[in-house]
């Protein structure tokens, strides 16, 4: 093993990432070191990277990048469940001023770690974590989801939202989703009923629920579609948003005693605490993932850490189509 790595720096915010050889790191006690083989791209590294994620604090020079997958190459001391070998994925860095995934290795808290599924490639792997943490925690932890529930999922061709969907189905849910007219044949290809995006919540709700409203409500998108939501849950239903920000009217929702909860998946990276909960999701979704009911859609392009800024500039101009993948090594 190689005492150097190649690295994407971010040094000035809003600014090309720098390309650099720098050392190693050594794997802390409780820490594994991960030979990174992809890191999975969100729209938030673009914003981290712009200097416009306060809420994801990742002070500069930094190594940017959230999920990963690669195999472990060491392990510090007190880690007892993971050895050399094991493969592995994670939301692992890349905020609060914790090396992030843009690097061909990273020494990560093991409890942020879980053992990689078998029947997926790790572009595959790198691709899921935050996306999918995200969406367990709306439709597990918060909404505790249940067989033959109706569950509206606002954007649900984008990254959360088609995780999203399947989800749904594999807990036994009948998932709707709302997304733009060229997403319908995503949408409907994962299994939820399409709504145009452009259609007002009283129409479709009258449509689809004959004026009840749905059971759970995962919003995905924020601003106006977390004001959809509100009025598209039904009487002591539950509505969940990973974008709830601003300022929101809570009268549809109070009308209806129905309940809100945000979701905030950096939590843990950022504060230390909670860590070995993402573990035990991307443990616990493992079977959907290895069964076939969970599977990302990527992108096709290809990516590698000279091209970073290329794959940022996809995102934010919107025309990716699926997941991007940044490939780190073979």
Not at 265 to 284: F, K, N, T
Request: proline share 5%; hydrophobic share 45%.
């Amino acid at each position: 093993m190689t005492n150097t790595m190649k690295a994407a720096i971010l040094e000035t915010y809003g600014k090309p990432l720098r390309i650099a050889d720098i050392p190693v790191p050594a794997p802390a006690p409780g820490e594994a070191l991960v030979r990174i083989a992809a890191s999975g791209i969100n729209p938030l590294d673009t914003k981290i990277h712009a200097g416009a994620a306060e809420h994801a604090r990742h002070p500069a020079p930094a190594i940017p990048g959230m999920d990963l997958a690669g195999t472990v190459e060491a392990v510090g001391s007190a880690v007892t469940d993971l050895r050399p070998g094991d493969t592995v994925y994670g939301v692992t860095g890349g905020v609060g001023g914790l090396q992030g995934t843009l690097a061909e290795y990273a020494a990560v808290d093991a409890d942020l770690l879980a053992v990689k599924p078998a029947n997926i490639s790790m572009r595959q792997a790198a691709a899921l974590p935050t996306v999918l943490i995200t969406a367990w925690n709306g439709l597990v932890d918060r909404m505790n989801v249940r067989t033959g529930e109706t569950v509206l999922i606002q954007g649900g061709a984008g990254g959360v939202g088609h995780i999203a969907i399947q989800i749904a189905r594999a807990l036994g849910a009948v998932p709707f989703a709302t997304g733009s007219a060229h997403s319908r044949a995503v949408i409907e290809r994962l299994g939820a009923v399409f709504i145009d995006r452009t259609e007002p919540p009283s129409d479709y709700i009258a449509r689809l629920t004959e004026g009840r409203g749905f059971d759970r409500v995962y919003d995905t998108v924020g601003g106006a579609s977390l004001d959809a939501s509100f009025q598209a849950v039904r009487r002591f239903g539950h509505v969940v948003s990973c974008l709830g920000w601003g300022t929101h009217l809570l009268a549809p929702l109070s009308f209806k005693e129905a309940t809100y909860s945000g979701v905030f998946i950096l939590a843990p990276l950022l504060s230390g605490s909670g860590r070995r909960h993402h573990r035990a999701i991307l443990e616990r979704a493992r079977h959907m993932i290895e069964s076939g009911q969970v599977m990302p859609i990527l992108d096709e392009r290809r990516f590698d850490l000279n091209d970073i800024c290329d794959a940022y500039r996809t995102i934010t101009e919107g025309a990716a189509r699926g997941k991007l993948i940044v490939d780190i090594a073979e």
